[in-house]
């Protein structure tokens, strides 16, 4: 029996890995759906087998799919892809390559795909995408220190334009900041198989050329990533907003009249034995439950919980009062919330944040849809009963139908039957409240935004946030059959509070980093929101 317990218990600590969007025991303990139709298996090689695999679970369980990627279109993807995996020496990286261009169509970053794969060589340059502009951030060592900082102009005779036009089809991202930050951050840029994709380059170990705007040139030729020596440069990081190793935390500053509260992760422990709950299979979920709640005995819980579990503050509520009080006794009259390190979680979290800040009752939340294919009935069956009761004759097969709410956004935080409760006698901070967020604010974040602004609640500093607030949404992992990738298809839909402000969210001021903000440790974002708090002309802050 104890050998038993043990082998059950490493497997449980061995996928006990969270994700983004608050999801966790991502392999062997997780749902995963099973395609019911057939595929003929020696008709094609594995890489060619999940790609139509990929492509039926699509068909099946994303929201509107013709609306956003026609049968057609399709189609002709799909022919001319299978084609390209059909080579005998394909490999994890060409699968991948092409998995990623055929899933940019939908523009989703709930519906994207992870493999293991390795794309040995790189070309040795660094860019930051800064507002619309390339700039060299590092290049190789042996080049001219002086190049750094220049903006890029043209790669191979292309303008940077049409390059970041075609580098974009490999991109699960939602909008143009988005697709910029992707293709930056996964390096899509300096890696020859994207390139030669994009016909940028016509072999792999062809040199690029690259232009600046001052008409000087480079050229670089791909390398072992292993032998890649880039100049060493040192960039700094802002005192306050630097980012801090807990899910959440605050500090206040008087004389400057501010206090500062840093949301890096919309999670904590009711949250965490929830989602055992909502994703777990049931014969895991206990020996799961069990694992956990000995992690948070802990003053210092195993990394995996850690990244997602704030032992100062294991309850977010508590945490939130907290801050509230700080703010309230020391008469403070601006709260700044940075959500730019936040991907995601438990967007209840975020209501119980908002219930904080206001005494109205009647914000306006977002209309949510399910989709009801195969896939939401699986994975969601608590939320599916609900809609078998909401249509006594039988749900609508393959539909949008929308799901039924609560008129008052606070509903579950008032109801003390909830486990996310909050006393109606809880300190309400009655100052101006500015929110910080930009491309890298995901899933949950990115909805809190967009509820700060559509209810007027607080000023929005950035860029656009990670995920739109209208479109297919909801994290739905699986597995492909051959390749073992993990993959998710987002699998319902929502629509923003106030649908005037547009199908993407837009902050009420535009800010983004330049080099300059990054090697002296510069935060514009922050500095945006003091020059609100303290207008041109009134130098002398709080004391």
Not at 233 to 244: M, P
Request: charged share 25%; aromatic share 12%.
């Amino acid at each position: 029996m104890k050998t038993k317990f043990r082998t059950i218990l490493a497997l449980i600590i061995t996928v006990l890995i969270f994700n983004s969007c608050g999801v966790f025991l991502q392999k062997t303990g997780i749902k995963n759906y099973s395609l019911k139709e057939k595929i003929n298996k020696k008709k094609y090689n594995d890489y060619q087998y999940d790609f139509i695999y990929l492509t039926r679970l699509l068909e099946i369980g994303f929201p509107e799919i013709e609306n956003v990627f026609p049968k057609n279109e399709r189609a002709n993807q799909e022919n001319s892809i299978l084609k390209s995996l059909s080579n005998e020496s394909v490999k994890n990286k060409d699968f991948v390559l092409q998995a990623r261009k055929y899933l940019s169509n939908f523009h989703n970053q709930h519906t994207n795909l992870y493999l293991k794969s390795s794309f040995e060589k790189k070309y040795p340059f660094q860019i930051l995408i800064s507002n619309n502009k390339w700039i060299l951030v590092n290049v190789d060592a042996k080049q001219d220190s002086l190049l750094i900082g220049k903006e890029i102009t043209k790669i191979n005779g292309i303008k940077i334009t049409d390059i970041e036009n075609r580098l974009v089809q490999f991109t699960f991202a939602e909008n143009r900041i988005n697709q910029q930050y992707e293709l930056r951050n996964s390096e899509l840029y300096n890696t020859p198989e994207f390139l030669k994709e994009s016909k940028i380059i016509s072999e792999l170990s062809e040199k690029i050329k690259i232009v600046f705007t001052d008409n000087s040139t480079i050229y670089l030729e791909p390398i072992l990533q292993t032998n890649i020596v880039l100049h060493k440069i040192k960039l700094l990081f802002n005192e306050i907003t630097k980012v801090k190793d807990k899910t959440y935390a605050y500090e206040i500053y008087p004389k400057q009249d501010f206090g500062y509260l840093q949301f890096n992760n919309c999670h904590d422990k009711i949250d965490i034995l929830n989602g055992i709950e909502s994703y777990v299979k049931p014969w895991l979920q206990p020996v799961a439950k069990s694992y956990v709640k000995r992690q948070f005995r802990k003053d210092k819980p195993s990394k995996q919980i850690a990244q997602y579990y704030n032992p100062e503050y294991p309850i977010f509520k508590d945490f939130v009062w907290e801050l509230i009080d700080s703010l309230n006794n020391n008469n403070i009259q601006n709260l700044i919330i940075d959500l730019r390190n936040n991907p995601g979680g438990n967007l209840t979290l975020g209501i119980q944040l908002l219930y904080f800040l206001t005494d109205e009752k009647d914000l306006k939340d977002f209309t949510e849809f399910a989709y009801t294919s195969d896939i939401y009935k699986s994975y969601f069956p608590s939320e599916y009963n609900e809609l078998e009761k909401q249509y006594p004759n039988g749900v609508p097969l393959n539909k949008l139908v929308a799901k039924k709410k609560s008129a008052n956004l606070f509903s579950e935080i008032t109801n003390r039957n909830s486990k996310y409760y909050v006393p109606e006698n809880r300190p309400v901070f009655k100052g101006k409240v500015f929110v910080i967020s930009n491309y890298r604010t995901g899933s949950a974040a990115a909805m809190l935004t967009t509820l700060f602004q559509d209810n007027n609640l607080g000023t929005i500093i950035g860029t656009s946030v990670g995920n739109n607030p209208t479109g297919a949404t909801t994290y739905t992992p699986m597995k492909l059959p051959k390749t073992k990738a993990s993959i998710s298809i987002a699998t319902t839909y929502q629509e923003r509070p106030n649908k005037e402000m547009g199908v993407i969210q837009i902050p009420d001021y535009w800010i983004e980093y330049n080099l300059n903000d990054l090697i002296l440790g510069k935060d514009p974002y922050l500095e945006k929101v003091k020059g609100l708090i303290m207008p041109a002309g009134n130098n002398v802050y709080k004391k």
